[in-house]
Structure formats: structure tokens, C-alpha cells
């Protein structure tokens, strides 16, 4: 029998990579999706490049878009990203590297790929637990997208296609996605997570990403490759 | 007082461009936003040009996002776009120009410098009745997107703002539109709305979007000065 396709997408962190392996081990022909948008940690995206290659999708596309023509976020803009000295001085209030929108944006894009590759599935690496702070990333948000996705679509108006936006990660906590992401074979080093690396591609280990990525592969009993070996 | 921000939709053509004047008429300070996505009718993008300029609008930005890598649709993809003697002869059908998740896209990075902007309202120039094939041009599909977006933005979550998703055309028929833009002295030499422009970019008079665009200058008892005069 054919596998199913599904449209993955890919930043080159450790979520959505794990995401993708999910998918992978669910059986899915997975077509991986990252984008350009002007981020300052576009070494993430050489990240993405890796993983895509070392996991076995069956075909990577990076969109390049300029979300830095809006501006609005740390990520994008001229906005200093925060760094902390311990994981509790994180906030639970919207952080400003919240960039606007850009789930929205990522998801129709992966919609449009979907409805060309006749795909009935999604797969996005968002979680609630461990940083609830993006409201694009919220339980709520992902089902309302579902239902306005499935009257988006000529496959969803004939009843053809019932699209479906997977969250494996929605409620597990960071060491837990590591621990399911290790009993599936991730190799993290492949992976990228901080918001603020150095020129040459060095994570900064203070920034809201690094830290919570430090405290889930303690949590996890796990060592993380990337902060022992360098970036690869 | 202030005028309130709004994003507006702008491809060019005749809807969006009444959709424009309308927002001005309601005093909306306008932004306008347009996509060179791959278009093969990419001459819409000096029409757009053309009406943000000359209409006053306060800034209009034109995002470049290549829908062409996706392709399943003909005016993004080397299906040919389809030619017909008279406009009895549209189908109901969704057609073959439809282009997958487009006003997904569009409105989602609407919906990013909207809320950049901390503005309420977004334009689109979609309408149900002339020509119902697009499944994301329907009342339910952007009752749905709304919902969704509320949910999606830092202001929704806060409670700050209620994003409204204005469609003013939604309900009328082409000569309706024409008579309402020519109303609010709409120049509509200054748009373009066919989907297979020869190389000069002169509308080829058959397609769909040409044979609409004649049958409701017809029936709005106006003539097209673009048919008439060619070309700008």
C-alpha cells in the first residue's frame, strides 16, 4: 500500500524534528517544509537542511518570505532578544520573540502544499505546556485553524478530504518530547534551538530557547550533543 | 481623531480595487498589500501599483512569495488557462485558476501587519456571487477565518482587539461593484483583471476574469475604459 503523504514543518529545532520523526514512525511519506523569513537565527535553517536529509523525507522545500518588511519581534526586527541567567526568570506573559502571525503564515503555506499533493495531513511541532506564551501555539487556535482550513479548500468543499493539523506535541513537556524523540532514534546534535547565535552559529545558552532546551535534557536524564560538542 | 488603521488586499484588479475605495470612504487609514506569488499575470502588480499611488493610500507594500513551487493551479503552473467565446459558458465548477490556500496566504500576512500595526479590520475583495467556484471566497470560509485569527494574535489572546474581516463585496454582483466603485470615482483604467495577458500586457478578452469583467460593464450600462483604451 502506498504511504499517505503529510506536509511536516520544519524548523531545524528540536521540536519540530522530533515532530518529524513522529510522523516518519506513524508511517507517513513525509514532505518537509521550512521557511526563510528573515529570521536572525537562519542558522537554524541549515539545521533543517540536515535533518531533511539525514531523516529521509521524500521531498524539503524552504519558502522564502520576508516577514521583516512587518516587523514586530526580536526574531525579525531590531528588537534585543532576552537573555536570562536561570530558567525561572522566564515570563509567562507573550515574549517579544513571539513573531506575528508566522504559525498562520507557515500553516497556509503547508495548506497550499497539502491541497496540490492531494495530503489529508499536517504536522506541526507546537506545545502548551513548557511555553504557553505564543497564542498561535494553543490548543484553541489549532482547531480553530482546522476547521477554517477544511472550508479553505476545493478538496474540503467537494468532501473529498477531511484535513487534519496533527499535534504530537501539544501537551507533552520538553523533556518528554526529548525522551520520545531519543526512543525514536533523533540525533539532536542535527538540531538548532537558539534565537540568538553568534556569527558562526554558536548557541548563546542564556537566550529564553537555550534554556528551556537545557532544562528538558536534564529533565530527561539526557546530555544535549549540541551544548557538549559545539554546533556542528 | 486618528483614523483607524485597516489592511486592504490589493491585487490590482477591480474588485480590490473597489474594495480600496470603499475602505477610503469609510476613512480608514489605508494600507494596501499585494503578492507577486508567480503570477502569470504579474502585470497585475503595476496595476496595483498604479491604484495605491494614485488613490492615496498610506503605505503598500508587495510581498514576494513564490507560490509556483506548489503549482496546481493555471496561473501559477503550465496548465493553460482556459478560453471561452461567451460568459454562458463559465463553469460552475471550481476552475483550473484556482490557485491553492491563496487567500489563506494572503490574509494571513495581512493578519501579521495587522496586528504590527495593532489594526482591527482587513479588507479582501472576495465576492459569492458573480463567480462562486473559489472555495475560499464563500461567507463561511471567512467567518471561519476570523475566528481563527482571533485566536491567533497576541491582541486576541489579550482581549485587546477584535480583528473584523471585511468583505463589502461579498454579496453584490460585477455591475453592482462596477456601479459602487464608479460611485466613489473609481478610475477602472487604472486596473486589470485578466488571468492570460499577452506580452505587452493587454487583456486577452476570453478568459474568465475578462468575460466577467465585459458582462458587468454591460450591465452597469458603463463602458470599460481599458477595453476601449488598451492598456495603460
Not at 526563510?36 to 533543517?48: K, W
Not at 511541532?125 to 484553541?140: F, H, Q, T, W
Not at 533523533?186 to 534551538?193: A, E, K, W
Amino acid at each position: 500500500m502506498d504511504q499517505r503523504p503529510a506536509i511536516v514543518l520544519l524548523s531545524g529545532g528540536l521540536d519540530s524534528t522530533t515532530t518529524l520523526a513522529i510522523a516518519l514512525d506513524q508511517g507517513y511519506d513525509v514532505h518537509a517544509l521550512s521557511f526563510d523569513y528573515g529570521q536572525r537565527h537562519s542558522v537554524e535553517l541549515e539545521s533543517a537542511r540536515r535533518v531533511a536529509k539525514t531523516m529521509g523525507v521524500t521531498k524539503h522545500f524552504v519558502a522564502t518570505i520576508d516577514l521583516r518588511m512587518f516587523g514586530g519581534s526580536a526574531l525579525t526586527d531590531s528588537i534585543t532578544v532576552p537573555h536570562h541567567d536561570r530558567v525561572e526568570e522566564l515570563q509567562s506573559a507573550i515574549p517579544v520573540t513571539y513573531v506575528p502571525a508566522r504559525n498562520t503564515i507557515f500553516l497556509s503555506f503547508a495548506l497550499a502544499w497539502a491541497e496540490t499533493l492531494a495530503a489529508s495531513d499536517i504536522f506541526i511541532g507546537v506545545n502548551a505546556l513548557d511555553y504557553s506564551g505564543y497564542p498561535d501555539c494553543r490548543p484553541e487556535y489549532i482547531k480553530a485553524y482546522e476547521i477554517m482550513a477544511n472550508l479553505a479548500t476545493k478538496a474540503g468543499v467537494e468532501g473529498k478530504q477531511r484535513l487534519q493539523i496533527h499535534t504530537p506535541l501539544m501537551e507533552m513537556t520538553k523533556s518528554q518530547i526529548i525522551t520520545r524523540g531519543a526512543s525514536l532514534g533523533v540525533d539532536y546534535r542535527l538540531t538548532h534551538s537558539c534565537y540568538d547565535p553568534d556569527k558562526d552559529g554558536k548557541p548563546c545558552g542564556t537566550c529564553d530557547s537555550c534554556l528551556l532546551r537545557q532544562k528538558g535534557f536534564q529533565e530527561a536524564g539526557l546530555s544535549d550533543p549540541t551544548a557538549t560538542n559545539g554546533v556542528l
